[in-house]
């Protein structure tokens, strides 16, 4: 009799210790990765397109949310900004973005475009796309270094082969 009610506090404590150390493991593993709450990846990244007047950005920017609950968007927007070959910088433009969204489901990636007008000048472009959700700022910066006059000229003064005249369909 004596064995079998040492055996039995000796199960019941085991069991107690058991679930004890799975709830704080579980607890554990569930704050440290924090997938339940917001988890956004951004990138954002320019093309320069050419034209006869001036020259324009083809934003492209995206969101993902990396973590498993929906992620509500409080507002997003880019803001350009011109770096001049002298280092003085000016602000080019904001426009908010992702306006037919408002949040994000886990899993799930935004991609929108955006086509901005940029005025002729040698130097970088600094385009920055800021996103905040739940409180939460996130930003990304992406820098375009724009062609010089001197990239165009090869070493012997000459124009190189890619140029933009008046009247070229093709370019």
């Not at 050419?50 to 973590?67: A, E, P, Q, R, Y």
Request: charged fraction near 25%; charge should be positive; proline fraction near 2%.
């Amino acid at each position: 009799m004596e064995l079998e009610k040492f055996v039995a506090i000796v199960s019941g404590a085991v069991a107690t210790i058991a679930t004890i150390a799975g709830g704080a493991w579980g607890y554990y593993r569930f704050r440290k990765s924090r997938t339940f709450e917001p988890r956004l990846t951004l990138g954002v990244k320019a093309d320069l397109i050419h034209s006869m007047s001036d020259n324009s950005l083809l934003c492209t920017f995206d969101v993902k949310n990396v973590g498993e609950s929906k992620v509500d968007i409080e507002k997003a927007y880019i803001r350009l900004g011109i770096i001049q070959s002298n280092g003085k910088r000016k602000h080019l433009t904001t426009r908010k973005v992702l306006l037919a969204h408002s949040w994000l489901e886990p899993g799930t990636t935004l991609k929108e475009q955006e086509l901005i007008s940029c005025p002729v000048f040698h130097g970088a472009v600094k385009i920055e796309f800021r996103l905040v959700a739940v409180g939460t700022a996130y930003k990304t910066t992406h820098i375009l270094q724009l062609p010089g006059v001197d990239a165009c000229l090869k070493q012997d003064g000459s124009r190189s082969a890619v140029q933009f005249t008046k009247g070229d369909m093709n370019s």
